[in-house]
């Protein structure tokens, strides 16, 4: 084992492998993408129905066609969410349908 230059060291370099780079790079995307409000509430959404178009979006929070084709593309990048296309109609589901009860097992408890 390599020796810290420290009296007494607590830990050395290598003595904890660093994680996976790949992985660490795909859990920062999901915790990106569900960082923010707008697109918590499109995963709820997402949770109540089976699927939902981006006009259903727009409807439900109120925003313009171009925020909610913003957000639904960080989820898709993410790869929360999946699209299907029928015709002109983009519409979107879940991949993970329990992603928001995992995210509150994360949260502290506020009491």
């Not at 859990?27 to 707008?38: E, Q, R, V």
């Not at 999946?82 to 995992?102: A, F, M, P, Q, T």
Request: contains cysteine; aromatic residues 6%.
């Amino acid at each position: 084992m390599k020796q810290c230059m420290a009296e007494i060291p607590r830990v050395c370099s290598g003595d904890i492998p660093l994680y996976d780079s790949a992985e660490t790079e795909r859990l920062a995307i999901t915790a990106k993408a569900l960082s923010d409000p707008i697109r918590i509430q499109m995963v709820h959404f997402l949770q109540n129905r089976s699927d939902l178009c981006t006009c259903e979006f727009e409807e439900l929070l109120g925003l313009a066609q171009s925020k909610v084709s913003y957000h639904l593309k960080i989820l898709l990048q993410a790869e929360l969410i999946e699209r299907e296309i029928h015709g002109s109609w983009s519409h979107y589901k879940l991949r993970n349908r329990d992603v928001l009860d995992k995210l509150k097992t994360l949260s502290l408890s506020r009491v």
